[in-house]
């Protein structure tokens, strides 16, 4: 089995063809367009058995996945992290593209449980939605920064309460008090007052839209208490089809929930997991705090992990760690639930 690693740019993609003893046995550089992945193909047909790993740049490597997919070949996803390592162990000094995909490639070769390549599906829509909710929650959060700091100039000591200057009675009151100001502060004020309103517009245009596409897609993880649109459509966007993870502990390992043993010759410990995906990661432990402050059996299972000599940010973890089973499974479930309606078999 030869392992073509990928390197992906914006202008050029580097493909290193791979022996199973990690030794280089081939090497083509293309432009990264539909032309040069057809080029890419050709050179592949030489190498009977082979496999396509390519380094999870998704922005980089979208267009060249979808390409090797619909030409039936088996793509996996390599962390930019674990190639990293891999080219650190290297003899080889420097970096460059070719000695990137080698990298890969290798990395592929030490790990065949890696999650494999699909095409995009309905995930991908919930995740442009989501990301781009979070665009205008950012850009409306220094917008509002911006406005107290004029609000402070005009009048020392007006600080509106925190957490309102997105409600619309809040922003009212404001454009109220700046009608007595005439002056340059306070046209600018006005005008972060109106951009402000459109941003919050839009953002609740865009959380009505991931509401009814979350609830369309993933119904079953929408009733795990804790899970709300938002955090079910992070998940979703996120995994982008659970297929790809063949148990649940590859799963949590990705999403960065799977403790580090850290421990020799002493009471089993375990660690706090830095690596994985933290977008994932930061929906489970939403989730797993919220289900602490209302939902009973998630308080008994913290209970008892203090009981058995866990610190509490240990027992959260080891929550975290028991809500990625659930999370998997439901998205499972969920898959199979959309798979198998009317609509999607007529489809």
């Not at 290798?106 to 890696?114: S, T």
């Not at 600080?159 to 619309?168: E, G, H, K, W, Y």
């Not at 199979?336 to 999607?344: G, I, R, S, Y």
């Amino acid at each position: 089995m030869i392992v073509l690693g990928v390197d992906a740019h914006k202008r050029t993609h580097t493909v290193v063809a791979a022996d199973p003893s990690s030794a280089q046995v081939g090497c083509l550089t293309v432009a990264a367009t539909s032309e040069g992945h057809l080029r890419l193909l050709r050179w592949a047909e030489q190498f009977t058995l082979r496999r396509w790993a390519i380094e999870d740049c998704r922005q980089l490597s979208r267009h060249l996945e979808a390409d090797l997919l619909r030409a039936g070949e088996r793509v996996v996803r390599v962390p930019p992290k674990m190639m990293a390592n891999t080219r650190r162990r290297a003899r080889t000094q420097g970096k460059s593209d070719p000695i990137d995909a080698l990298a890969v490639a290798r990395a592929a070769l030490a790990e065949p449980g890696l999650p494999a390549a699909f095409l995009d599906g309905p995930a991908r829509q919930l995740r442009l939605l989501v990301d781009s909710r979070e665009t205008l929650i950012r850009q409306r959060s220094a917008a509002q920064s911006q406005l107290r700091w004029h609000l402070h100039e005009l009048e020392p000591g007006w600080d509106p309460p925190a957490r309102t200057l997105a409600l619309a009675h809040t922003l009212k009151g404001i454009e109220t008090r700046l009608a007595h100001h005439h002056n340059t502060v306070a046209d600018l004020a006005r005008q972060l007052l109106q951009h402000i309103r459109h941003l919050t517009r839009q953002a609740a245009d865009l959380h009505t839209q991931i509401s009814r596409l979350t609830t369309t897609q993933a119904p079953h993880l929408l009733a795990i208490p804790g899970c709300g649109p938002l955090t079910a459509a992070k998940l979703v966007g996120e995994t982008a089809n659970i297929h790809r993870f063949p148990t649940p502990d590859k799963f949590a390992m990705w999403a960065g929930v799977a403790p580090i043993p850290v421990w020799s010759g002493n009471p089993q410990r375990h660690r706090l997991n830095r690596g994985g995906n933290r977008q994932a990661n930061a929906a489970l432990h939403r989730i797993a705090i919220t289900q602490i402050r209302i939902h009973p059996p998630a308080q008994d299972y913290l209970k008892r992990r203090l009981a058995n000599g866990n610190t509490k940010p240990e027992a959260i973890r080891a929550l975290k760690r028991h809500l990625a089973n659930t999370i998997y499974h439901t998205l499972t479930l969920d898959t199979v639930t959309q798979h198998t309606t009317p609509q999607a078999l007529a489809a």
